[in-house]
């Protein structure tokens, strides 16, 4: 079992940034894809970005350029840098594990989850 614990949520105006973290209980944290997804108000969670135990990355087009992933596999944590917030960027933002080895956007490949933390953009 992992358990997720993000971090990191909070209130900004637009053009801001904010890190998130999420902290992985257990020791087989460097064998896990990771990824960031997020849901707002009335809309089905999306993908964000991923990250493979080799760090490779890949983002959503509506972040590409102002979100970076990162993983530091040494404090079982993965992090989500957010640049340039935009007010479309309002969500609760869920970390997820999948035992995997390839990166994937998808929801269902991945088998842990935290409980969230809700990022604002204001304008």
């Known amino acids: 079992q992992v358990q997720l614990v993000e971090s990191g949520g909070g209130l900004v105006q637009a053009g801001g940034s904010l890190r998130l973290s999420c902290a992985a209980s257990g020791r087989t944290f460097s064998s896990y894809t990771m990824g960031w997804f997020r849901q707002a108000p009335g809309k089905e969670r999306e993908f964000v970005s991923t990250i493979s135990r080799t760090s490779i990355t890949y983002y959503a087009d509506s972040v590409k350029g102002r979100f970076t ?15 340039s917030l935009k007010p479309e960027d309002t969500a609760v933002y869920y970390c997820a594990a999948a035992v995997r080895l390839t990166i994937t956007t998808m929801a269902n490949s991945y088998n842990y989850w935290g409980q969230g933390t809700q990022v604002t953009v204001s304008s």
């Open 69 to 83: 992933i990162s993983r530091d596999n040494a404090k079982n944590t993965v992090y989500l840098q957010m640049n």
